[in-house]
C-alpha cells in the first residue's frame, strides 16, 4: 500500500464549488431579511399602530423606520462586500530593488526566501523579521508582499486577507474588510431589535391569547433566526473589534501570535482609522469618498506593500480596481 501523506490533502478543492453559489447565497440573506421585517412589521408593529394612540403611533413610526434602515443599511454592506475586490497582489510584484536581484531570485526563489529569513533571525532586531523576510507563494509561483495569504478557493494572492466567507461568497481582505464589519454591525442590530419586538408577540401567540397559527409560525420562526443570529453576530463583531484595535486579520492572530510587539499596531485610534477612514461622515457608510479614493488606496497599498513598486503596476492592474472602494 502506497503511503499517503494527509498533510497534503487539499480539503479546499473539494469546497471550490461554493464559489457558484453566490445567487443563491444573496438569495437566502434576502429571504431572511425579508422574513424579519415581514414579522416585526405584521406581528408587532401593525397591532401597536392600530390599538395605540397618537404617542404609540409615533413610537411605531420611529422604530419602524430606524428597523428599515438597519436592514437596508445591512443589505448594502452585505452587496458591497459581496462584489468589492478584496484586494489581489499585483502581478508580477517582488521585493528587491534591483533587477539582478530578482535575476538572482528567480534562480531558486524558495531558497532564497529562506536565506533572508535566516540574516533577518540573526539581526539586532529580530521582531522585524516578520516584515521583512521575503514570502514565496508556491501556489501562485510567485513573491507575495508582508500580510498577504493565499485564498485557496479563489486560488489568489489577497493582501491583507482575513478569511474566505461562505456567506458573502467573497475573500475578505485589505479592500471590503470594512464592509464585511459594517455588515456584522447592522445584521446585530437589526436582529436584536427583531427580538426585542417579536418576543412579546411570540410570546402571547403560545398561551392562545391572539392571532392565527400562520402568525405564530412566522413570529416563532423570525424570533428564532434573530435570537441565534444576534448571539453569534454579537460574538464575531466583538472578535473583530478587537482585532481591528490590534490591527491584526484572523489568520495573522492565531498564526502570528508569538509575534510579539506586533510589529503593525499604531495604538487602537490609528488602527481604526486604517479600516474605516479619516472621514467620520463616511465611517459607517460602506464606501470611501469618490474624492479620497484614490489617496487611500495609494495609502493602504503603500502601508501593505513597503518594498518598492512600479506604480504602472498598480494603475494597469485590473484586479485593483475599486469601485466605491478604495
Known sequence: MANWDVTKLDVFKYLRCLRHLGKAMLLVVFALAWLEVQAVFSC???PAWRQGGLIMRALVGITGAVFLAMVALLLWAYLATFAANPGLVPPGWQPFELDEEQQVGSADLQ????????????????????????????????????????????QRCVLKMDHWCVWVLNCVGLFNYKFF????GYTDVACW???????????????????????????FTAFVFAAAFSLALLAFLIMHLRLIARNQTTIEAFEKAPVKPWPYDQ???????????????????????????????????????????????????????MSQSY
Open 44 to 46: 408587532s408593529l401593525a
Open 111 to 154: 531558497a532564497l526566501a529562506d536565506d533572508f529569513t535566516e540574516l533577518i533571525r540573526d539581526s539586532e532586531d529580530p521582531v522585524q523579521w516578520h516584515l521583512l523576510r521575503p514570502r514565496f507563494c508556491k501556489k501562485c509561483a510567485a513573491w507575495k508582499p508582508p500580510r498577504a495569504h493565499h485564498c485557496r478557493m479563489t
Open 181 to 184: 464589519v459594517l455588515f456584522l
Open 267 to 321: 495604538g487602537w485610534r490609528r488602527n481604526f482609522l486604517e479600516v474605516f477612514g479619516r472621514q467620520r461622515q463616511y465611517w459607517l457608510l460602506p464606501l470611501h469618498p469618490a474624492a479620497d479614493a484614490e489617496a487611500m488606496r495609494r495609502a493602504y497599498l503603500e502601508w501593505t506593500l513597503p518594498w518598492p513598486i512600479d506604480s504602472g503596476q498598480l494603475d494597469d492592474h485590473a484586479g485593483l480596481e
Open 193 to 219: 431589535i427583531s427580538v426585542i419586538l417579536l418576543l412579546g408577540p411570540t410570546l402571547r401567540q403560545f398561551r392562545g391569547t391572539a392571532g392565527p397559527l400562520s402568525t405564530l409560525l412566522l413570529a
